[in-house]
């Protein structure tokens, strides 16, 4: 059970309803009245056995002394205050503004998460605009056939005598680039509107089977049980998977993942990760599979059962031998772009440098919020070798968030940003065009 770092002050506020002393409540649980005082202004933690025995002195759950919604208020308001640069000193009683004004504090860490989701649309939007071959592609038609009825209307209306036959094919020309023009038209606006809050569109079966393992938590109960027959069911009927070819990529993907689980049996995989931690190259070992099977398994582990591991949220990419991303998942802070390359993702493709070597990256997302991160990548291929054809080779990286200690205090970052264009570190050797938050940074 995570402790709140209000702890304290939930016990202070259920003693004074109870109408008990602190020195009254220290003694019914066997600790000084010092001590007690320390705990309820959040300054000692409660231990499991003294956090059990004050929720029976008091007569309340003990669920109701720890809220994770606590430690959510507590980090959207320090992100905040960071934001504005406030002063240190005041940074370190964020605490007691979080259990003095709990209203306040959740209005803070909201509006500071509502920030954090519109940079990351901003981030989305432009990396769209700058590589999206799609909408690269729907621009140059409508600007083509503005351009050709332009060009005809000029001809037509230049005063010369047109011969009644010329005049015939460029009314005809007209008429087709218009018609053209509005199929362009209402092509990208379908394309534009697919758009969501977060994400940027769907315009590939692989983005729509991405959209629809989000939706299902990246985890489907149904492959832990082995029965390959059962797949074409999971997909048959599913809103996101609207053609035959995002079907069919989601079923090659089932398949891998059922290997994966086969291979790594849930409930011994779990126990295996609570005895050895996040150390991928050891999973492998013990199972005698590859490291990249591992990678993938811990990435699409089921939430509520990590969670209770105490396993931290990951992500994952996947790209192939062209550098082309094959499969996303999302990991909230960490830029993650679909259309061109980013430096996040340098990891992974300098894992397809060295096939076979594994690499373990320690990542710091640029900003002053910035947010660390592990990855681990490895490129492999699946497929058995083969006399007539090359390696089929795949870079496989999970990103692992991590808290700021978790980092070893050696260890030296890599700063990365979103990309390009919305990233704020002047200085970067592998800038490639200016930024625009120079300005603002």
């Known amino acids: 059970m995570s402790k709140s770092s209000l702890t304290g002050t939930r016990i202070r506020a259920r003693r004074n309803l109870r109408g008990l002393r602190q020195s009254d409540l220290a003694q019914m649980v066997g ?35 720890v809220q994770d919604n606590d430690i959510r208020f507590v980090e959207g308001a320090r992100a905040a205050a960071l934001r504005a640069d406030t002063d240190i000193v005041d940074l370190e009683r964020v605490d007691e503004f979080t259990g003095r004004f709990p209203g306040w504090a959740k209005v803070l860490a909201e509006t500071q998460a509502r920030v954090e989701t519109l940079e990351r649309v901003v981030e989305q939007l432009s990396d769209r605009m700058t590589h999206d071959p799609y909408l690269g592609a729907a621009l140059h038609e409508i600007i083509s056939a503005v351009t050709s009825v332009q060009s005809t209307a000029a001809i037509l209306n230049d005063g010369g005598e047109i011969a009644p036959e010329w005049q015939a094919r460029f009314h005809a020309n007209i008429l087709n680039d218009s018609k053209r023009l509005a199929e362009g038209a209402v092509a990208l606006v379908n394309y534009l509107d697919a758009a969501d809050d977060t994400e940027s569109g769907l315009a590939a079966p692989q983005e729509e089977v991405e959209a629809w393992l989000a ?21 048959d009927g599913q809103v996101e998977l609207s053609s035959d070819a995002s079907r069919s990529l989601a079923l090659q993907w089932l398949a891998r993942l059922q290997d994966d689980a086969r291979a790594l049996p849930l409930d011994v995989f779990l126990d295996a990760l609570t005895e050895v931690g996040m150390a991928p190259d050891l999973l492998a070992a013990r ?118 200690p978790a980092i070893p205090a050696d260890a030296q970052p890599l700063i990365v940003g979103g990309t390009c264009r919305t990233c704020a570190q002047a200085d970067c050797p592998a800038r490639r065009e200016p930024s625009i938050l120079v300005a603002f940074a």
């Open 215 to 235: 939706r299902l938590g990246f985890h489907l109960p149904a492959l832990e049980d082995g029965n390959q027959g059962a797949l074409p069911d999971l997909v």
């Open 31 to 65: 600790v000084s009245p010092s001590y007690m005082n320390l705990i309820e202004h959040n300054r000692r933690k409660v231990s499991p056995p003294l956090l059990h025995a004050v929720a029976q002195a008091l007569g309340v759950s003990e669920d109701s002394l």
């Open 287 to 404: 199972f005698g599979v590859p490291l990249q099977q591992v990678l993938r398994r811990l990435a699409m582990l089921p939430t509520e059962a990590a969670r209770k591991r105490g396993v931290p949220a990951t992500g994952l990419a996947v790209c192939d031998g062209s550098g082309t991303l094959v499969l996303r998942r999302a990991i909230d802070g960490f830029p993650m772009p679909r259309f061109g390359g980013a430096c996040p993702l340098w990891p992974l493709y300098q894992a397809q440098h060295s096939p076979g070597r594994a690499f373990r990256v320690h990542l710091l997302t640029d900003g002053r919020l910035g947010r660390h991160f592990t990855a681990y990548a490895i490129c492999a291929s699946d497929a058995p070798p083969s006399f007539d054809y090359p390696p089929v080779m795949q870079s496989t990286m999970l990103i692992v968030a991590q808290a700021g």
